[in-house]
């Protein structure tokens, strides 16, 4: 079962790998094969950097959809 604060709306891969246990490597290819997360263009100095972020229902569809990862993340 996942917890998270109600406060809470937008969670990155990093947050969303170690709240699922689904590494980053499996985590990519699962979001881009089922259209999952937000793409947003990161504000800061690196400027054409693009970040994934997911709201707590793509967080839910995840938990769901993919096993833990048995290998380390």
Do not use: K, N, W, Y
Not at 37 to 50: C, D, N, P, W, Y
């Amino acid at each position: 079962m996942l917890h998270i604060r109600s406060s809470q709306r937008f969670f990155t891969e990093e947050e969303v790998s170690r709240l699922t246990g689904i590494c980053l490597e499996h985590l990519r290819g699962l979001v881009e094969s089922r259209h999952l997360g937000l793409l947003v263009r990161a504000a800061r100095a690196s400027a054409g950097q693009t970040r994934r972020l997911f709201t707590p229902s793509d967080l839910f569809v995840l938990a769901m959809l993919a096993p833990r990862c048995e290998h380390s993340t």
